[in-house]
């Protein structure tokens, strides 16, 4: 049985480009509704370049943090994606 982390990864490494998925829908989408501070704090800890963890926003939209360079890092891979617009 895969755990909740590898559940996450998998749905992540899934989100395509140009598309996001809040952290709230990531935990839905692994079995666990309600765990959106788990998948935060997945995301944060992941460093593994094939999972794009820049593709998971918060549910009001906002960006978020991004562990390889901060949220400018991030903004600026969603713009090259084409979910930002400038």
Do not use: W
């Amino acid at each position: 049985m895969k755990s909740f982390s590898d559940k996450v990864k998998t749905i992540v490494k899934k989100i395509p480009k140009g598309k996001v998925l809040t952290y709230a829908q990531v935990a839905q989408k692994a079995g666990s509704p309600g765990a959106s501070r788990a998948v935060g704090s997945i995301m944060a800890k992941n460093f593994d370049l094939t999972i794009p963890c820049h593709r998971v926003i918060g549910s009001n939209g906002k960006i978020g943090n991004y562990n390889r360079g901060g949220p400018n890092v991030k903004r600026e891979l969603l713009l090259k994606e084409g979910y930002l617009e400038k």
